[in-house]
């Protein structure tokens, strides 16, 4: 691996037993927090996309700052997938498991005209729940998905293997156990 991937991972903290005995929490705020660290991160990402983007589907809630820089530097447009509850509009909703739980996902029934490529962006990649109900709200919506990218895989739960089987291109800057 080269020196800045290791400079970037270095970046992640950890913290343990957050938000739940037993968790090994990989926090991306202080990698965020760091200027290199996120110009990096960004410029990262945005270079591992091939194909034309029209829309960057972003999830709540870190997943906005990442989601957000990429949008701004690949001249697309940005879709918020938001946790249900919080958007003012008509919604369509998924609900999803967690490492840590259940939730639900929203997002606008006219987020996305119809056949638009959609690339989603979040943080992190764990289970695959969240990115998975995420992908359906996309197609929902009348988007065409044509790719996901995290800036951190935790390949041993499952998440990214998941999202390959549904035919979803992966590809993430990170990986940690
Ligand atoms: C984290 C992370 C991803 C999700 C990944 O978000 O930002 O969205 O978990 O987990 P999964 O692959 O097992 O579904 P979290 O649900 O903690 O919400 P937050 O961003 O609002 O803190
Ligand atoms: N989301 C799900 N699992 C996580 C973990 N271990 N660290 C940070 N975010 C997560």
Redesign the pocket.
């Known amino acids: 691996m080269s020196q800045a991937h290791d400079e970037l991972r270095d970046l992640v903290r950890t913290i343990p037993d957050f938000?739940n005995p037993g968790i090994q929490f990989r926090d991306?705020t202080t990698l965020l927090l760091d200027p290199a660290g996120l110009r990096g991160t960004i410029d990262a990402l945005v270079a591992s996309v091939d194909g034309p983007v029209d829309l960057i589907a972003a999830?709540?809630?870190?997943?906005f700052a990442v989601g957000g820089a990429m949008a701004t530097a690949m001249g697309a447009g940005l879709m918020l997938i938001r946790?249900d509850g919080k958007l003012p509009g008509a919604t369509i909703a998924e609900d999803?498991?967690?490492?840590?739980g259940t939730?639900r996902l929203a997002v606008h029934v006219d987020a996305c005209a119809p056949g638009a490529r959609v690339l989603l962006v979040?943080?992190?990649?764990?289970?695959?729940?969240?990115?998975m109900a995420a992908a359906r709200l996309v197609e929902r919506a009348g988007g065409r998905l044509v790719g996901a990218r995290f800036v951190i895989n935790?390949p041993d739960?499952g998440?990214s293997a998941k999202l390959r089987e549904a035919g979803i291109e992966v590809r993430s800057l990170l990986e940690f156990e």
């Open positions: 938000p991306v999830i709540d809630a870190r997943g946790k999803y498991a967690l490492e840590y939730d979040d943080d992190l990649i764990a289970t695959g729940g969240t990115a935790l739960l998440g």
